[in-house]
C-alpha cells in the first residue's frame, strides 16, 4: 500500500489532509505527505501533474521475481 497526499498551503483542505496523514503515520501506514504553494486550483494541480504521474507509475508497478518476468 502506498499513499501519498499533496495539498496547498493555502488549500481550504490543509488542515484535514494534515490530519489524515498523522493518523495514517501514527497508524504505521506509510504515506508521503507533501505542501506546495498555492489553494485548491487547477494551477496547483497541473503543476504537480507530473509527479503524480509518476507516483501512480510507480505504485502500480510491482516487482518480481526474474523468474516470473516474460
Not at 9 to 31: F, H, I, K
Request: aromatic residues 12%; negative net charge.
Amino acid at each position: 500500500l502506498r499513499i501519498r497526499l499533496d495539498v496547498g498551503e493555502s488549500d481550504s483542505l490543509y488542515y484535514d489532509t494534515r490530519l489524515l496523514a498523522d493518523s495514517l503515520s501514527e497508524n504505521e501506514l506509510p504515506v508521503v505527505f507533501t505542501t506546495g504553494t498555492g489553494g485548491h486550483t487547477r494551477a496547483y494541480w497541473r503543476s504537480h501533474t507530473e509527479d503524480y504521474f509518476r507516483f501512480y507509475l510507480s505504485a502500480l508497478t510491482i516487482d518480481r521475481p526474474e523468474s516470473h518476468r516474460r
